[in-house]
């Protein structure tokens, strides 16, 4: 699968130099809805209180698949908009990933 990577920080020149050909960073964009529109999922692995990216990416349509925690909790509805992983894990994320 390919994976889209949008927005920046600190790590980012470090995860990018060592990222297969199948991940792609775009750094920071301005309008994000055609992306969001044209992706099967949107990933959502941090912690945020609340968190208004999920929200943009459900309004697109596309489910979202986030961290078990903050904000995610509130707006993430397992089985209807999108799934939930339990740890900020790779293993995590793949679980749930193979399993919905």
């Known amino acids: 699968e390919k994976l ?3 927005g920046d920080g600190r790590d980012r020149a470090m995860l990018a130099a ?3 050909p199948n991940v792609r960073f ?8 055609e992306l969001l529109r044209g992706c099967k999922a949107f ?3 941090g912690l945020e209180d609340f968190g208004i ?5 459900m ?7 986030a961290f078990c925690g903050g ?5 993430v509805v397992p089985g209807v908009c999108g ?8 293993e995590s994320l793949v679980e749930t990933l193979s399993t919905n």
């Open 53 to 57: 990216a999920p929200l943009e990416a």
């Open 18 to 20: 060592g990222a297969p």
């Open 43 to 45: 990933l959502f692995p």
């Open 71 to 75: 904000g995610a909790l509130d707006t």
């Open 4 to 6: 889209v990577i949008v």
């Open 26 to 33: 775009l750094g920071r964009q301005s309008e994000t809805l």
């Open 83 to 90: 799934e939930l992983f339990e740890e900020q894990t790779p």
């Open 59 to 65: 309004s697109a349509g596309r489910p979202v698949i």
